[in-house]
């Protein structure tokens, strides 16, 4: 039911369904207004995220050192190369979104779906990379000790090369089993999973290998003064650098061990500080939150441009609607790639 504004004899209808304010249609302005609450929410977090690694700047993990992995080159180095590649593909999932759109306004059905179709697929790929992501963060690769205090600490050579756990730690004749419902009466149900070597075992190991190192989570930045410090590693970025200790230093940082961190959960991060850990799974996953709701709805519309909809109805505007928001979403990605991968 329309509002209506009545002036002497003259009766005025404002808005009965059919005006177009700003020239936009009333699901296009819905849209935006989506858009624009949606963009406060990424902000507040990015904000949060901003403000926290300002605070433990000394601390947090280098991103270099962190998404290393390329599917399919197991053992090799690849600092940010996937990252940047899933990057690529969002980026260019935006682009045949445009071509989708404006082959809607050209009424050509058959190229709006196959660039729906692209687009799809594009999400899909980027979706099941971030999954792959993840699963690579969350399993870690070279493993860590928290000490007593909260700290991390890790192992390099003299060389400053990082050390695997599993390299050097061995196994001691204890036997240990995890407490399993099928194994005691009382269980525990938030017990955390045994990891793959005890801090005994770790200490043991470390004491047997006199050419080990420990490196900390201070962050030194690339001083004149810093450089002349023989503690600094190369590194993989030449502007910051963590301290690595002396061996009686080590000794000392190992003895004061209290937990075996093996990959990164909400509790424990074997890179750095725990809050990293926090904000990268609470943001990113809610970006490919956004990402899967968009190709679930891409694939929607897709199936009415394939089933002749919007060619009956002789408009496209559902393809220009959902191409705001996917547009949206890549350029979300571009602020948290800069913060989490960049910066």
Same mark, same amino acid.
Request: aromatic letters at 16%.
């Given at each position: ?54 605070? #433990? ?21 690849? @600092? ?33 779906? +196959? ?19 993840? *699963?690579? +963060? ?25 050390? *695997? ?29 045994? @990891? ?13 290998? @006199? ?22 590693? @190369? ?45 990268? #799974? ?9 990402? #899967? ?43 948290? +790639?800069?913060? #989490?991968?960049?910066?």
């Amino acid at each position: 039911m329309g509002a209506t504004v009545t002036t002497g004899n003259n009766t005025e209808n404002t808005w009965g369904g059919e005006n177009e304010p700003m020239g936009a249609s009333y699901g296009k302005l819905m849209m935006w207004f989506f858009i624009v609450s949606d963009a406060l929410t990424f902000s507040g977090f990015l904000a949060a995220y901003g403000f926290s690694r300002f605070k #433990f700047i000394d601390n947090w993990p280098i991103a270099d050192e962190v998404f290393t992995h390329f599917p399919f080159l197991h053992g090799v180095e690849a @600092p940010m190369y996937y990252v940047a590649l899933m990057t690529f593909i969002l980026i260019f999932s935006s682009v045949t979104m445009v071509l989708a759109v404006d082959a809607g306004h050209n009424m050509k059905q058959k190229k709006v779906a +196959f660039y729906m179709l692209l687009t799809i697929l594009g999400g899909l790929i980027f979706v099941g990379s971030q999954a792959w992501e993840w *699963k690579n +963060f969350i399993k870690g690769e070279f493993g860590a000790v928290e000490t007593k205090g909260g700290s991390i600490i890790q192992f390099v050579n003299k060389e400053g090369e990082r050390v *695997k756990l599993a390299d050097f730690v061995e196994h001691l004749p204890a036997q240990r089993e995890a407490l399993t419902r099928d194994k005691a009466i009382w269980f525990m149900k938030d017990e955390e999973s045994i @990891p793959t070597y005890t801090v005994a075992e770790v200490k043991a190991s470390f004491k047997a290998h @006199p050419e080990l190192l420990i490196r900390t989570e201070k962050i030194y930045r690339d001083t004149a003064e810093d450089r002349a410090n023989k503690k600094l590693e @190369p590194g993989l970025n030449q502007n910051k650098k963590r301290e690595i200790l002396t061996r009686a230093e080590s000794e000392i940082m190992v003895a004061n061990g209290a937990a075996v961190v093996e990959g990164a959960n909400l509790k424990h991060n074997e890179y750095g500080s725990k809050l990293f850990a926090d904000f990268f #799974f609470f943001i990113t996953g809610f970006h490919g939150f956004h990402v #899967f709701s968009g190709v679930v709805i891409n694939f929607i519309i897709f199936l009415n441009v394939v089933l002749g909809t919007y060619e009956k109805r002789r408009t496209y505007e559902m393809v220009e609607k959902v191409g705001l928001y996917w547009h949206f979403v890549d350029l979300v990605w571009v602020f948290v +790639f800069t913060f #989490f991968y960049l910066v």
